[in-house]
Each structure stands twice: as structure tokens, then as C-alpha cells.
């Protein structure tokens, strides 16, 4: 993947150039790469593992004990992730409604249809802890107050039964890090609160959650330590 340059407005008036590249990193004008910050969330995963595993069994056994199903159908999710954040994108960026896109139906009905939206995609970077982001969305309330969004799609069994419970932790600590560093960087963007929209994969319904940006914060901070204490350094 090429790499791609954004131009991040601030508060006193000038800009910063934010580059990422496909091994998602991130850096200012000609300064160090940076970690992106799912990279340094992989200590807050959550009870899955056997959740997974009964799911990864669960494909197998529906496909005829093909042992690649697991593996072709999380592609398959990324792909429909990916489809789905473009559709918004094209929705904030353009006004452009994908009609023929049931999952993009279902968050522009949750929550895209009566926000104020001001961007979409954005990069982002911590200029004290040293990590970059791209952020969902941005949208600014009737009081001016800036919020700021992430979208995830997510199986329609898994969540009936357990809702965002095994994945709250790590998907608080990812929108809180965004908020930080927009913060930090002094973003024209920085956010007074933070929605997660989740949208089922069958394009049955979503739901938008609140979330805790100052505890999702010390659940980054704390994960993020372990990253740099495991990888031998910052």
C-alpha cells in the first residue's frame, strides 16, 4: 500500500502533514515512525479465546469440516468491515447514501442519518506518547461540542449473546487513545465525548454505544506500557 499524506488542521491556526503507510505506521513531515494504536492493544482482548475457538469449530463443522472455513469467512468479515467504512466515508465526505448497502442502512438509521458530521477518516497522532491513528468520524452536537465516532461490525449470533461485553475494554481504550492524542496534538477535533456504532453483519440493526473515554484512557495507558516493556523499549 502506497503511502498516504493528510493535512490535520490545529487549534492556533496551522497545520501538521500526517503520512501513513500499509504497515500501519504513522509519522509528521520527516520525523520517526510511529505505532498505530490497534498495534499496542493486543494486551486488552478480553475472555475470548474460547469464544473463538467454539466459533472457529462452529465453521468448520457447517462447512463440511473444511478446516479453511475459520479463515475464509474472518477475510470475508474484513472485506465487509472495510466495504462498510467506505460507504460511510463516501455518506460524510459526499452525501452520497448507498441504498443497495444493508449494514450502511443500518448505521446511517442508527446514527448517520441526523448527525452533524465533519470529517471522516482522519489521521492522527500522540506528540508525547509517540502513536498514530485514523479516526472513524467526527460530528459536532447542536452545542458545539465535538464527538467523536468508531464503527465496527460484528456477527449477528455473537452479539445477541453477549453483546459488546468481550470486546468493551479494548474498543473504549481505542476511541480514548484517539481522543487523547487529538487532545495532545491540540486538533481542531478535540472531543468532549466518544460513540462506538455497532452494526451486525447481516444488516439486521446497529447500536451506538456511549463510551467511558477516561477509563478507556487507563486501560490505554496500561496496555500500551506492556507493549513497550515487551518490544524492549519505546
Request: charge should be negative; aromatic fraction near 10%; glycine fraction near 8%.
Given at each position: 500500500?502506497?503511502?498516504?499524506?493528510?493535512?490535520?488542521?490545529?487549534?492556533?491556526?496551522?497545520?501538521?502533514?500526517?503520512?501513513?503507510n500499509g504497515n500501519h505506521q504513522y509519522w509528521v513531515d520527516d520525523g520517526p515512525k510511529m505505532k498505530s494504536v490497534t498495534t499496542?492493544?493486543?494486551?486488552?482482548?478480553?475472555d475470548s479465546f474460547g469464544v473463538g475457538l467454539h466459533w472457529g469449530l462452529k465453521m468448520v463443522r457447517e462447512n463440511g469440516g473444511d478446516l479453511d472455513a475459520p479463515t475464509r469467512m474472518?477475510?470475508?468479515?474484513?472485506?465487509?468491515?472495510?466495504?462498510?467504512?467506505?460507504?460511510?466515508?463516501?455518506?460524510?465526505?459526499?452525501?452520497?447514501?448507498?441504498?443497495?448497502?444493508?449494514?450502511?442502512?443500518?448505521?446511517?438509521?442508527?446514527?448517520g442519518k441526523n448527525t452533524k458530521w465533519l470529517a471522516s477518516e482522519r489521521f492522527l497522532?500522540?506528540?508525547?506518547?509517540?502513536?498514530g491513528g485514523t479516526l472513524d468520524a467526527v460530528s459536532m452536537q447542536a452545542d458545539g461540542e465535538v464527538v467523536i465516532h468508531d464503527l465496527k461490525t460484528v456477527e449477528p449470533e455473537s452479539w445477541a449473546k453477549y453483546g459488546n461485553s468481550l470486546r468493551v475494554n479494548k474498543d473504549a481504550a481505542q476511541l480514548a487513545a484517539y481522543s487523547d492524542a487529538l487532545t495532545h496534538m491540540g486538533?481542531?477535533?478535540?472531543?468532549?465525548?466518544?460513540?462506538?456504532?455497532?452494526?451486525?453483519?447481516?444488516?439486521?440493526?446497529?447500536?451506538?454505544?456511549?463510551?467511558?473515554?477516561?477509563r478507556g484512557s487507563k486501560l490505554f495507558g496500561v496496555s500500551r506500557e506492556l507493549f513497550v516493556l515487551t518490544q524492549g523499549g519505546e
Open positions: 500500500m502506497a503511502t498516504e499524506i493528510q493535512q490535520h488542521l490545529l487549534k492556533d491556526g496551522s497545520d501538521v502533514n500526517i503520512s501513513r499496542m492493544l493486543r494486551h486488552i482482548e478480553g474472518n477475510r470475508t468479515s474484513i472485506e465487509v468491515g472495510n466495504h462498510l467504512h467506505k460507504a460511510v466515508d463516501a455518506y460524510i465526505q459526499h452525501g452520497t447514501v448507498d441504498w443497495e448497502n444493508p449494514l450502511f442502512l443500518s448505521w446511517f438509521h442508527a446514527i497522532f500522540h506528540p508525547v506518547l509517540r502513536y486538533s481542531i477535533w478535540a472531543p468532549s465525548s466518544g460513540y462506538i456504532t455497532y452494526v451486525r453483519r447481516d444488516g439486521s440493526g446497529a447500536e451506538v454505544v456511549e463510551v467511558d473515554l477516561e
